[in-house]
């Protein structure tokens, strides 16, 4: 059984630019979250994914998208990068589409905008 | 929508001492309270969970306890070692998981 990656682990962009991030979800795992953790704050929820549909989303701007596919990975795109994005973007993926059951994060992608 | 305030952000205690963390929630119908563990440069990991049905539950030196009333829920960590020191942070959800801001446990050996 296979935990959740995500890819890339760090990388810096520059104000105005795009930049996505991938996830791989947990072995059987059909709904995946994103969260955004901000330095020393606790993470913050952005979207979540279920099924390849958006089901439920947090007070973040449209600049903020994702996709699911089929095989339940997942990509976050962020457009008009501002230096406020600079954070840890965390994945976490569960068998369900509601809380019942545990997260399971990734390792993150820590995100640095100049 | 659902908030979570946690205290405190930062606790030291002495290695072998007891540290409580403490939340309150804001949604009444949220049924399900997770504590994950985050070390540093490190995912969060669940350390123990508790849903709207349950007052506590332990788990070896690990408790939580859940007060539905009063909107608030608690961790308890007992006889407390190094190890334990890290970024702890609640959580509560309906329909998502909401967190709180964390708290910094070290524990002085």
């Known amino acids: 059984e296979t935990g959740v990656t995500q890819s890339p682990t760090h990388l810096i962009k520059t104000r105005g630019q795009q930049v996505t991030l991938r996830c791989s979800s947990q072995?059987?795992?059909?709904?995946v979250s994103w969260y955004q953790q901000a330095l020393g704050q606790g993470p913050q929820f952005i979207f979540q994914?279920?099924?390849?549909?958006?089901?439920g989303r947090g007070n973040f701007p449209p600049r903020f998208s994702g996709l699911q596919f089929p095989n339940y990975s997942s990509e976050l795109n962020v457009n008009a990068l501002e230096l406020d994005d600079s954070a840890l973007y965390l994945c976490?993926?569960?068998?369900?589409?509601?809380?019942?059951?545990?997260?399971?994060f990734g390792e993150g992608s820590r995100l640095t905008v100049l | 929508g659902e908030n979570v305030e946690q205290h405190p952000s930062t606790l030291s205690v002495q290695e072998g001492d007891s540290a409580v963390i403490k939340c309150t929630y804001s949604?009444?119908?949220?049924?399900?309270f997770p504590w994950y563990k985050q070390e540093l440069g490190k995912r969060p990991q669940l350390i123990i969970d508790i849903r709207s049905n349950v007052g506590e539950k332990k788990d070896q030196r690990i408790a939580v306890t859940l007060n539905k009333t009063a909107k608030h829920f608690s961790l308890h960590i007992t006889e407390t070692q190094p190890e334990d020191s890290a970024v702890y942070f609640c959580?509560?959800?309906?329909?998502?998981?909401?967190f709180g801001a964390g708290t910094i446990l070290r524990v002085k050996s």
């Open positions: 949604d009444s119908a949220s049924n399900y």
């Open positions: 959580a509560a959800s309906f329909d998502k998981l909401v």
């Open positions: 976490a993926s569960s068998l369900a589409m509601t809380d019942t059951g545990e997260l399971f």
């Open positions: 072995s059987g795992h059909n709904t």
């Open positions: 994914y279920y099924r390849e549909e958006e089901n």
